[in-house]
């Protein structure tokens, strides 16, 4: 009995699978039709398939953005671009269509620009698979209490024991840190602005000072939450009030 | 006579306290009063709020604004003290400088002044404003520096000076058209009309063409200085500030009028002149919109031009750059003309420049030429054709829209060191060149890919928890089997050399202190320890001589053995005899080698 339950399970696992599979070729084929709408919603049904396991997929998140953007989204073409980003922060194809898709955007935003040891600190984190540095991270956590379970145990020599500990907790400490930055990354605060005119406000209410205004599309990091209203601030610093419902948030 | 000299007496000793007391009985005053009334349009006046009589802080109004009067400057504040009749009286004013904005009956409002913490209001005052001038500015003695007495002695000679009537000294606003069109370039010059002399002249505050796009023009001092005659009388005149402005509204469209400050006097005499303000006479330009239709390509140039187009060399070898320049030229609005030149030719490689050049005529600023330099490399052989361009712009004279066409100029290309493969370094063929933009396309295939946070997962999270744990426990469990920690024996054999170390760490302790014969004796002890420890002996039974027996028996290396002996008996004798000097000597460490040494051998 047991095993025909541990069966099904697995046939209705791949079942699910094969279905993300074919709604996947499906969205690729309605949007070579120039189908948008359909290929939105196939792609959009794969990712929700994907999501509810815990799982996020690259691929889905640039085709929902692209198919956004063809129909003239985008709003949304920036949200799904961004989710991507998240994933591959280096992917070139993303980054391209980034910078097409802000070129069309009203509101133009000066990124301040990162040092020389930032940016090159951000491109070896951003390189490494965020699950590989989760794996190594793990496995030099592991090697320390190895290490620390040997010189315990008193029945080797100390020696070598002790220069293993110590350049495992070295290592350790490196990997904590990309990972970290990683990590900071991925769950980052941002949204998506998707109204075509929203004001931001000096304090959580419209009859406080109308600081300026943002445009659908723009990109804004959250701060807090207080009364219907969120703490926006932009990447050149600016911020303020803004209300909740005129955004949404980059997962 | 007593009565009357005590009188006396008693009057002496109150009159100072009367005075005293009188002294904050004097009521105060606030006041506001202009310096004219009836004034002109082109006139400036005083304004004076001033508190008499006052004791305490005074706080006048600030930022304050005046309908229908442009305050052109001020505040300048004058404080006064007299004492008359043992009467102190003491005042502070502030002035300003009042500009009508137009003509007809205005009221000045009361003004609000705090003095020692109570609130004063001012009359409002009713000034009636007339169109032109109507103040003759009576000559007043200017004073000097030195003049501390307010007597004639340093006065310059005022008796010679004319009265600065508002005939005698005007500004007028004159415009280069009266009619323009939306966008045409009109020339507006500020011109002084005077039969004063003139020392200093200056803007108060630079004007604010609303309605307008200006271009400054670099001279703007005393320029076009001639004589003129208005109404058979004669003035000096000269412009004195100008401007290029282009209407970008339709209707009439009032000219601003600065307020000028003119110091009227000989201008090499060391006196100062005599200052006075005068505000520009109005002007309007009536504005008209361009006609509809425009036609397709119309930048929104307005005036009369020539477009001109011409290369360096029409004869070139293939490698080797020509230059094209292209040249509007005539009067109007030169910011409104783009460069017309192909962004591509067949056959060239066309570098396109970063900005024009712009030269006005220094006689008639609204003239001029607008120059760009564009660079050619013909990238092959034979007759290669430059294409004509065109400009399109409205002229106001004929009223109709014109198109300027230049012609094709055909240019020669010879063979040349370069070939078509090396003009551009490291390739061969064209370069790429962009003529889009768009997305990249999406993402095919069987399958998305799959991305897992492992950190969120269970068995992630139980191996970074409970693992370490698992060793940790592992490691005490090997500690609690080790065989040799059952048997004291085995244990203090193989844990020999750790014995030791830690019987040498208390002999540091002691060295730290400076006991010496504590410390020798830790040492010698730690080393014969260490063999009892060894050889399970009883430290008692163990003399160094013995030991050295033994070790020879064991065939230990001499020289390992007379370390050792070497080492006990130095300690041995430092502890009977201990001095300064011994301490000097690195005796731990020469035991710790010597047993490290033993330990590789026992």
Known sequence: MKNWIVLLLCLSSFASASDINALYQKGAAAYAAKDYDKAIKLYGDAASELAARGEKSFDLMYNLGCASFRKGDLASARLYFEEARRIQPLNPSVKRNLAILRSRLSDKIKIPPAGAVENAYRHVYQSIPYPVLEGVLLFFWLLVFIFTGLLISGRFSRKPLYYGLGVSL??????????????GELTRREAIVFQPEVEVFSEPSTSSSLLFRIHSGTLVGLEGEQSGFVHIILPDGMNGWARKQSFKAIR | ?????????????????????????????????????????????????????????VEFPRSFSIPDFSIVAGPSTSES????NWKVSRSISEVFTLSPRKAGTFQIPSFKVQVGGKIYRTQPISVTVKKGSLLSQRPSRPRSPFDMFDDNFFNPPVVTQQPVTADSLFIRCELSKAIAYV??????????????????????ELPDFTGFLTEDLGQNHLIDRKRMMING??????????KIVFPTKTGRLPLPQPVFSIQVGNPNSFFPGQPIQRKS???????????????AGFSGAVGQFQLSVSVNQDHVKMGDSITATVVVSGEGDFNTIPLVFPESIDGFRVFRPSSPKLEREPANPLRGKKTWKVILVPQKMGTLVIPGTKIIFFNPVTKKYVTRVSGSIDVSVEKGSATPENILPGTSGNEVVA??????????????????????????RVSMAAIPFIFILLGFFLRWRDPSRRDPVEYRRSHAAALFRNRISQAAKFLKKGKGRDYYQQVSKACISYFSDKWNRPVLDLKIDEIARELESREVPPDLIKAIVDVVEYCDFESYTPSNNALN??????????????????
């Not at chain 2, 009388?233 to 100008?242: L, W």
């Not at chain 2, 990249?440 to 992630?460: K, L, M, N, Q």
């Open chain 2, 585 to 602: 000597r690195d005796i731990m460490k020469d035991a710790e080698s010597a047993v490290s040494k033993l330990e590789k051998v026992l």
């Open chain 1, 170 to 183: 070295i290592f350790l400490l490196m990997v904590f840190g990309l990972a970290n930055s990683r990590a």
């Open chain 2, 81 to 84: 003290t007299q004492i008359i």
């Open chain 2, 183 to 204: 966008g045409e370039a009109v020339e507006v010059s500020y011109r002084i009309y005077s039969r004063v002399n003139i020392a200093r002249l200056g803007i108060q």
């Open chain 2, 435 to 460: 003529v889009g933009k768009d997305i990249d396309y999406i993402r095919t295939g069987a399958a998305p890919d799959r991305f897992v946070d492992i950190s969120e997962s269970t068995w992630y």
């Open chain 2, 281 to 295: 006479q109005s002007a309007i330009l009536m504005v008209y919109p361009l006609p509809a239709p425009q036609p």
């Open chain 2, 1 to 57: 006579m007593a009565l009357n000299g005590r009188k006396s007496d008693m009057a002496k000793f109150l009159l100072p306290i009367l005075l005293i007391l009188a002294l904050p009985l004097r009521a105060t005053e606030v006041t506001s009063t202009v310096s004219a009334n009836p004034v002109g349009t082109e006139d400036t006046f005083q304004l004076t709020i001033n508190v008499d009589g006052y004791d305490g802080d």
């Open chain 2, 233 to 242: 009388v004669a003035y000096n005149t000269a412009v004195i500030f100008r």
